[in-house]
């Protein structure tokens, strides 16, 4: 981990959830061992907002959303606004997952969209980038990243922003990323960022479990993760949470 900041650990719940087992999944939560050094944030589905907003607080878990439309209000059929996220209690917005980008085909140009309309709105954007397995056999896995962070370009630098280093072929596959590419890859993320004027959290996300979370945790330059699969249930959470403590300890 870098050091002086709290590292995160995120759940990303994606399509997943309804109302009942999400409040049952609130109640087996446990308190976070080290909330001084650990700060836990749960995306759920939108429909799950409201509901879980002021129970997840009452746990000290923030709240975010897994996406956004960029616009205000207005005739979106079927689409979410930034203040509505605001409303229902969101600290956070997920942009640039990977699963938003290959199947919506959400690039560069409506990604900063979104970035200025979640920084106006007041959400914190958590920005995830990351390689497609023919890329980091290409050994092109920097310049995609690099390429993916130049919507950064010109905007505030002081705008709060986490960034997730998610390598798309570690995503919900089982595989990870070894200690020696997360460490290295990171490095350079930190440096591109700070190119663009950035210092923020770099998180590493793509099937993180309890069996791996410490060793990826401890890796330079990892600030925490961001967690599909293992995020669903609250023990397998919890036990990621409880290891990032001992990492951060
Ligand atoms: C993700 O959805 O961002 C993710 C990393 O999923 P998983 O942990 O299931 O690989």
Redesign the pocket.
């Known amino acids: 981990m870098s050091g002086s900041t709290r590292c995160l650990i995120a759940g990303?719940w994606?399509m997943n959830g309804m109302l009942q087992e999400s409040l049952s999944f609130v109640n087996d939560m446990r308190e976070n061992p080290a909330p001084e050094a650990v700060e836990v944030a749960l995306m759920p589905p939108y429909t799950l907002l409201h509901a879980l907003s002021k129970p997840f607080e009452d746990k000290g878990i923030r709240i975010g959303s897994q996406s956004m439309y960029f616009e205000t209000s207005g005739a979106f059929t079927g689409s979410i606004s930034p203040l509505m996220l605001r409303d229902a209690g969101c600290h956070y917005v997920?942009l640039g997952?990977?699963?938003r980008r290959d199947i919506m085909g959400e690039g560069n140009v409506i990604l900063r969209k979104k970035l200025d309309a979640a920084w106006h709105a007041g959400l914190e954007p958590m920005f995830?980038i990351g390689e497609h397995l023919e890329e980091r056999e290409a050994g092109t896995t920097n310049d995609v990243l690099k390429e993916q962070l130049s919507v950064l370009e010109g905007t505030d630098v002081n705008a709060p922003l986490t960034v997730?280093y998610?390598p798309v072929w570690?995503?919900?596959?089982g595989k990870t990323a070894t200690p020696e590419q997360v460490s290295a890859t990171h490095a350079f993320v930190h440096q591109e960022l700070a190119r663009l004027g950035r210092q923020c959290r770099v998180l590493y996300?793509?099937?993180?479990?309890p069996g791996n979370a410490e060793s990826l945790m401890a890796c330079e330059g990892v600030d925490g993760a961001?967690?599909?699969?293992?995020?669903l249930k609250a023990d397998t959470f919890m036990e990621i949470i409880a290891a990032a403590a001992r990492v951060a300890a």
Request: hydrophobic content about 35%; some cysteine; charged content about 10%.
């Open positions: 990303n994606k997920i997952h990977s699963e995830c997730a998610e570690a995503i919900g596959t996300g793509g099937s993180v479990n961001l967690v599909g699969g293992a995020s």
